[in-house]
């Protein structure tokens, strides 16, 4: 088991930034991949980013490139998304989640494990 606890997030105006903060524990020497995904009200949850567990290569759906960047502390064990730019569209829960199998992949249903969501709302 893969243990994911979420922090950050919050209300910002249009053009902010957020940090959310995503702690790993348990087994995660299992875990190759890292993925951030977003849910809005009445929609589908969606890809946001994703990293190798070792932090060398990372993967953005295309309506965040250039606004938000996903890293990796392999010492913490933590996972980060910086969110800049924001604009409403952006407003979501936001879920960390982590893959136990060594593929890139933009699939919920590949992401064994979830953190409980964060919400991120931008006013405009």
């Known amino acids: 088991q893969v243990q994911l606890v979420e922090s950050g997030g919050g209300l910002v105006q249009a053009g902010g930034s957020l940090r959310l903060s995503c702690a790993a524990s348990g087994r995660i020497f299992s875990t190759y991949r890292m993925g951030w995904f977003r849910q809005a009200p009445g929609k589908e949850r969606e890809f946001v980013a994703a990293?190798?567990?070792?932090?060398?290569?990372?993967m953005y759906t295309d309506s965040v490139k250039g606004r938000f960047t996903i890293s990796r502390d392999t010492l913490k064990n933590t996972v980060d998304l910086q969110l800049n730019s924001l604009n409403p569209e952006d407003t979501a829960v936001y879920y960390c989640?982590?893959?136990?199998?060594?593929?890139?992949?933009?699939?919920?249903?590949?992401?064994?494990?979830w953190g409980q969501g964060n919400q991120v709302t931008v006013s405009s």
């Open positions: 989640a982590a893959c136990e199998r060594n593929i890139w992949t933009r699939r919920a249903s590949d992401y064994a494990y």
């Open positions: 990293i190798r567990w070792d932090g060398t290569s990372t």
